[in-house]
C-alpha cells in the first residue's frame, strides 16, 4: 500500500507573510495525520522562507506519524538534522532564488559530499532518500552513495501539456523506478502532483510513498484541510 506524504510547508508560508504565529503548521500535521496521512513533510531552508527551526522542534515532539525533514546537504542544516532526528531526510538541491524545487539533486556531481552526509545520517538511525530525476545516472550514484530511497522527481510529468508528453513522463518515471529497485534502491516520488496525476503515478511499481503538498494545501482553502487530506487519501487507497 502507497504512503501519503503531506507537505505542510505553505501552510508556514501564510503565516510567514505577515509574520505571525497563525496558521501554525504544528496544528496543520496534527490535522493532516488524522485525516489519514502517513508521513509528515517539511523543507528546512537556508533563508527560512517558510519553515522555522521551531516548528521543526516542536513536530519532532509532537508527530505520530512518520516525520521526513527535506532539507539541502548544508553543514547547518545537516547538523539541525542530526540533532532533531526525524525518521527520514530527503536531500534536495536548493536556490535562493528558487520558487520551489527545481530539478532533482545531482548526485554523480557531488558524491563524496552527499555519501559523506548519508553515513552520518545513518549511523544516526535515520533514513536517507534523494531527490532526483528519473535518469539512470543519478540512480546509479545514489546506490553508491548510500541512499536507503530516492524520491522520483515527478515534475517533468506533473508539468507535460499533452497526452504524449505524459505518456513518455510517465514512461520515464516507470523505467527509473524499475531500475532503482533492480539496484536495491526503495522508490517514493513526489512534486507537482495533484488529485487529478496523481492517479496514474499509483501504477509505477515499488512506489512506497507519495510526497504531495502544493495541491492539498491549495484544495484545503476551500474544503479544509481534513477534507483535503482524506480526499487524497481515498485517491490512494481506492485507486
Known amino acids: 500500500m502507497i504512503k501519503l506524504g503531506v507537505n505542510i510547508d505553505h501552510v508556514a508560508t501564510v503565516r510567514q507573510a505577515r509574520r505571525g504565529r497563525e496558521p501554525d503548521p504544528v496544528w496543520a500535521a496534527n490535522v493532516c495525520e488524522l485525516a489519514g496521512a502517513d508521513i509528515i513533510t517539511v523543507h528546512l531552508r537556508e533563508d527560512r522562507r517558510h519553515i522555522q527551526d521551531r516548528d521543526l522542534e516542536l513536530l519532532k515532539q509532537t508527530v505520530q506519524a512518520k516525520l521526513n525533514l527535506e532539507m539541502a546537504n548544508a553543514p547547518e542544516i545537516v547538523g539541525i ?3 532533531t532526528k526525524p525518521e527520514q531526510v530527503t536531500l534536495v538541491p536548493e536556490k535562493r532564488q528558487e520558487i520551489t ?13 552527499l555519501k559523506k552526509s548519508a553515513l552520518r545520517f545513518q549511523e544516526a538511525g535515520i533514513l536517507v532518500s534523494f531527490f532526483i530525476n528519473p535518469v539512470r545516472e543519478q540512480l546509479s550514484a545514489s546506490r553508491e552513495a548510500g541512499a536507503d530511497f530516492v524520491e522520483l522527481h515527478t ?7 499533452t497526452e504524449g508528453q505524459t505518456k513518455e513522463e510517465f514512461q520515464a518515471l516507470f523505467k527509473a523506478a524499475e531500475e532503482g529497485k533492480a539496484l536495491g534502491l526503495r522508490i517514493n516520488a513526489g512534486h507537482g502532483l495533484n488529485y487529478l496525476n496523481a492517479r496514474r ?3 509505477l511499481p515499488h512506489v512506497e510513498e507519495l510526497h504531495i503538498g502544493h495541491s492539498i494545501i491549495s484544495r484545503a482553502i476551500f474544503v ?3 477534507r483535503a487530506v482524506r480526499e487524497m487519501v481515498e485517491i490512494i487507497r481506492k485507486p
Do not use: F, Q
Open 224 to 226: 479544509g484541510l481534513d
Open 201 to 203: 503515478i499509483l501504477s
Open 101 to 113: 524545487t527545481e530539478g532533482g539533486l545531482d548526485v554523480t556531481g557531488n558524491l563524496a559530499a
Open 81 to 83: 538534522a542530526l540533532k
Open 155 to 161: 515534475g517533468a510529468y506533473a508539468n507535460a501539456r
